[in-house]
């Protein structure tokens, strides 16, 4: 069970209060993640990455245990710590503008 | 006894406020969607009750919102409360938030790039919903300008989006380019007896179309921006906003980046009615409900400091159809006022004496009550207003 922490005003969109746990299967990816994460919360299709392109928003980062994953290619494995569910998968907005 | 409910969408969050038809006293309600910036929320004529919300943002994009009860209750339309949340096929839903340019050959031609800052061709990228224009006859279908500039239409209640090509299409494209404020298509204007749509686009002009949106052609003719390198030219003015009474759809009135302008012919063409204002840069315009020759705008100083002159807040009023403008200062800020008043940021009730209402950058919204003669605060320290509109119920 992937266990995902997602920014204020998306838990708000999603009508979720807490964190958001995810199975997935086989080895999991960004990709798979972020496929998860959208098939559940359809409403969430869009505030992440593009709808067109898919391309993660610019101002959305993805941290998890002490990492920037924001650059990492969708199809690498999720670090073991957050596939075990040890660890949770943050998704934020970056901190710009004021 | 008749109401008045005045949407008001804000760089944080919605807000509705609400009175009787005395419009003394006011319920305010919000914010809705918080934190959000909301830049336009307007109500169907067809159904009142149904009123369509742009909240976008730059973290996390467009998100089209729905009220099917006056605002008490809010959804996402692709995905409403009770359906499935995937289509029969296991593909999720979401499409409300949706907006993909038309790139099929079909509908003829559409472009890929625009012109840039530095003059050169940029893609077309979808940032945001502008303003949202419910068709006046049936409460399903909404038109959406949207920045990169171009129009959307939905039948169905903003669950899905279709781009109305042939504007991008129709052969200036490659030549607007971004003002200030991003290229966005920020106002559209539905004839109330035909086909006939308006629109105008922050940097490219105003263009019409006569056959409901298909086709398009530019309609700038008069108009003379000494910014752009042929003041003259067919497209690349900077209009700001455009304004109709029901009654004269060949009327238009334009506040443009400088200058206030008139069209008797549907915009073939436009002649300046800036007249006696104390200046002619501006965002908002609009008109009487009642009569098709009053006109309201807010002067702002110039291009480059964006308040009312003097720190003087002041709506200027002309009942000639232009050229002839009274000021109104009853009621507004004598000194120490510099804030803005943005392009969709005004509207007019359709009570029997005719409300103005216009909300500023420092998060006032004033109403008259008098058709601008005295005015009032309804609300003071609301975030940034970006637009209001005004519904009038029985």
């Not at chain 1, 960004?30 to 969430?44: G, I, V, W």
């Not at chain 2, 759809?249 to 400088?258: A, C, I, R, S, V």
């Not at chain 2, 720190?311 to 004598?334: A, D, F, I, M």
């Amino acid at each position: 069970m992937i266990t995902v922490v997602l920014p204020p005003h998306l838990r708000t969109l999603a009508h979720v209060s807490g964190d958001v746990e995810l199975e997935l299967a086989g080895a999991p990816t960004l990709r798979s993640l972020l496929d998860a994460l959208e098939a559940r919360y359809p409403m969430l299709q869009g505030t992440i990455r593009d709808h067109a392109t898919l391309e993660r928003r610019a101002y959305v980062r993805f941290f998890a245990c002490e990492q920037d994953l924001s650059h990492e290619p969708l199809d690498a494995p999720l670090p073991a710590a957050v596939a075990s569910g040890a660890e949770p998968f943050f998704i934020i907005g970056a901190i710009a503008g004021g | 006894m008749s109401k008045v409910r005045v949407l008001v969408g804000t760089r944080k969050g919605a807000f509705i406020l609400t009175s009787d038809g005395k419009r003394e006293k006011w319920d305010v309600a919000g914010p809705f969607f918080a934190g959000w910036p909301v830049y336009h929320m307007k109500g169907s004529s067809a159904d009142p009750n149904r009123i369509y919300v742009s909240q976008a943002s730059d973290w996390f994009g467009q998100v089209i919102q729905r009220s099917d009860d006056g605002g008490k209750s809010w959804m996402q339309p692709g995905t409403p409360p009770g359906e499935s949340t995937t289509t029969p096929q296991g593909q999720p839903k979401g499409e409300s938030n949706k907006f993909v340019y038309d790139t099929s050959e079909k509908t003829g031609k559409p472009l890929t790039t625009h012109q840039w800052y530095d003059g050169t061709q940029h893609p077309w990228e979808f940032k945001r919903v502008w303003h949202l224009e419910p068709s006046l006859k049936d409460p399903d279908t909404v038109y959406a300008g949207v920045e990169d500039a171009a129009l959307f239409k939905s039948t169905n209640g903003g669950k899905t989006w279709e781009e109305l090509a042939g504007l991008r299409g129709h052969g200036t494209g490659p030549k607007w380019q971004p003002g200030a404020g991003g290229m966005c298509l920020h106002t559209i204007v539905l004839d109330p007896k035909g086909q006939r749509i308006f629109v105008a686009i922050s940097a490219a002009g105003a263009f019409r179309s006569d056959d409901g949106g298909k086709n398009w052609k530019p309609i700038n003719k008069g108009l003379k921006s000494n910014y752009i390198p042929d003041p003259t030219a067919e497209v690349g003015h900077c209009v700001h906003r455009i304004a109709m009474h029901k009654s004269r759809p060949n009327t238009l009135f334009m506040q443009k980046h400088w200058d206030v302008m008139r069209t008797d012919d549907a915009g073939d063409n436009w002649r300046e009615v800036s007249g006696n204002l104390p200046t002619d840069f501006g965002f908002v315009i609009d008109v009487h409900a009642h009569e098709p020759e009053t006109v309201y705008v807010v002067p702002i100083k110039s291009d480059g400091e964006h308040f009312p002159l003097d720190g003087k807040l002041r709506v200027y009023r002309s009942r000639t159809g232009g050229n002839e403008w009274q000021e109104l200062s009853k009621g507004l800020p004598e000194r120490d006022c510099y804030v803005d008043v943005l392009r969709d940021a005004m509207a007019v009730d359709s009570l029997d004496k005719c409300g103005v209402y216009f909300g500023t950058t420092g998060g006032q919204v004033y109403a008259s009550a008098d058709a601008g003669d005295t005015w009032n605060p309804i609300v003071r320290d609301l975030p940034a207003v970006l637009s209001v509109e005004v519904q009038s119920l029985p």
